[in-house]
């Protein structure tokens, strides 16, 4: 089945630890993009990408990094310069753009021990 | 620059009864809008989507919404409810970002069906 797997499902992190979390998807999708979702404030873009080897920035990507060497994966790390890393994180794709249906993970739980 | 407000963070209603999600959105520029459901513990799905046409708009599981441009209103309805609906629904509209496009959603909506 084609869809969006993103790993671990819990991460834990240590203070001044960096920490990747995966997005993996099957869709020959060009579009990925990363979102943070806290309670009450919906979901904010990190960072998105609309080709291999191209990405930028979105309205919350201090403190974060990316890569896309694969059309297919686009993974995220969470560096410690990111001071407030507790959320729950969303990996999404769509075929070209925004306007196209966006297809989303399961998500990625990250917690600071 | 475009956004969205959804009115009610909670919505309570009683199985089979009718249920509104309410949404407004800012916009001086064509508006392209969205309801995406989450259930929990998991992504989100897309229920419907309004990019032109049609002002009415029909979705999965029995949703629809209607695009008001003299309100700039997106609400989403559903004449009958299951428990299955119990889930958090985001409005969300297409604002521009460095000549691409973005998503900004809304800070959703809680909707718990009661027996």
């Known amino acids: 089945d084609g869809g969006i797997t993103q790993s671990p499902k819990y991460l834990f992190r240590k203070e001044g630890q960096n920490v990747t979390l995966s997005c993996e998807q099957n869709?020959?999708?060009?579009?990925m993009y990363w979102y943070r979702q806290d309670p009450g404030q919906g979901l904010r873009l990190i960072y998105y990408?609309?080709?291999?080897?191209?990405?930028q920035k979105g309205d919350i990507a201090e403190g974060y990094s990316v890569s896309r060497e694969k059309k297919e994966s686009f993974p995220l790390t969470v560096t410690s310069a990111q001071k407030n890393p507790t959320a729950f994180y969303l990996c999404?794709?769509?075929?070209?753009?925004?306007?196209?249906?966006?297809?989303f993970g399961s998500g990625t739980q990250l917690s600071v021990l | 620059a475009q956004s969205v407000t959804q009115l009610d963070s909670q919505v309570p209603v009683f199985e089979e009864a009718p249920v509104e999600l309410r949404c407004n959105y800012s916009?001086?520029?064509?508006?392209?809008l969205f309801w995406y459901v989450q259930y929990p513990n998991q992504g989100l799905q897309l229920l419907l989507k309004?990019?032109?046409?049609?002002?009415l708009v029909k979705g999965i599981n029995g949703f629809e919404a209607e695009f008001n441009k003299s309100q700039t209103s997106f609400h989403l309805r559903k004449p009958s409810v299951h428990i299955s609906d119990t889930a958090e629904y985001f409005c969300?509209?297409?604002?521009?970002?460095?000549?691409?496009?973005?998503?900004?959603f809304g800070q959703g909506t809680r909707l718990t069906i009661n027996p």
């Open positions: 969300a509209v297409i604002q521009p970002l460095q000549g691409a496009q973005k998503l900004v």
């Open positions: 999404a794709s769509s075929r070209t753009g925004v306007t196209e249906k966006l297809f």
């Open positions: 916009s001086s520029v064509s508006v392209y």
């Open positions: 869709l020959n999708h060009d579009a």
């Open positions: 309004y990019l032109s046409g049609s002002t």
């Open positions: 990408s609309q080709i291999v080897n191209d990405f």
